[in-house]
Antibody, heavy 114, light 107 residues
Framework: EVQVLESGGGLVQPGGSLRLSCAAS????????MSWVRQAPGRGLEWVSV????????YYADSVKGRFTISKDNSKNTLYLQMNSLRVDDTAVYYC????????WGPGTTVTVS | DIQMTQSPSSLSASVGDRITITCRAS??????LGWYQQKPGKAPKRLIY???SLESGVPSRFSGSGSGTEFTLTISSLQPADFATYYC?????????FGQGTKLDIK
């Protein structure tokens, strides 16, 4: 069974840093693109970043470019999102998603910047 | 960036109704579109991929159509479990973009 499970969310002050993790199981993690998507309270979904299966290429939304870094450790089947220079408007539930077409999602982890 | 315009933003309907939600892309995206259902406090669940392919396990009352710039999600006969928020997602090119969402509630 495909599973992805996020962790690492919490409360952080503006300007601070946080690293999210996503543990994956049930599929060949190294061969799949992985993305982060977020949802601010009461708002819609916003795609944040993607990393190719091999980890060689990454893409970011303009809203996080230069502040967030996506990475993956294929030996640990884990996806990461390093978030620096956090702002109040980064407050959201962050979802880890599998595949180029975002076919499976984790339950999310909440990041509060205040 | 490709903009996705989803309509309507909200919809009231009754059990048994047929409803349609539309997404328009600001430029052609081929069939690079998915539809997601989200219930309060839960992660989105994919219903449709590649514009018209039904996700395994999703009831056949859900269907998707379209290509290029205009896409629709149709629910043929609403069931109580279908009252939720629906989003389209274009995954044809980066940055991926979502529609604004359609909140479907019971009339």
């Amino acid at each position: 069974e495909v599973q992805v499970l996020e962790s690492g969310g919490g409360l952080v002050q503006p300007g601070g840093s946080l690293r999210l993790s996503c543990a994956a199981s049930g599929f060949a993690f190294s061969t799949y693109d992985m993305s982060w998507v977020r949802q601010a309270p009461g708002r819609g979904l916003e795609w944040v970043s993607v990393i190719r299966g091999s980890g060689g290429s990454t893409y970011y939304a303009d809203s996080v470019k230069g502040r967030f870094t996506i990475s993956k450790d294929n030996s640990k089947n884990t996806l990461y999102l390093q978030m620096n220079s956090l702002r109040v408007d980064d407050t959201a539930v962050y979802y880890c998603t599998k595949g180029a077409w975002l076919d499976a999602w984790g339950p999310g982890t909440t990041v509060t910047v205040s | 960036d490709i903009q996705m315009t989803q309509s309507p933003s909200s919809l009231s309907a009754s059990v048994g109704d047929r409803i349609t939600i539309t997404c328009r892309a600001s430029q052609g995206i081929g069939n690079g579109l998915g539809w997601y259902q989200q219930k309060p406090g839960k992660a989105p669940k994919r219903l449709i991929y590649a514009a018209s392919s039904l996700e395994s396990g999703v009831p056949s009352r859900f269907s998707g159509s379209g290509s290029g710039t205009e896409f629709t999600l149709t629910i043929s006969s609403l069931q109580p479990a279908d009252f939720a928020t629906y989003y389209c997602l274009q995954h044809n090119s980066f940055p991926f973009t979502f529609g604004q969402g359609t909140k479907l509630d019971i009339k």
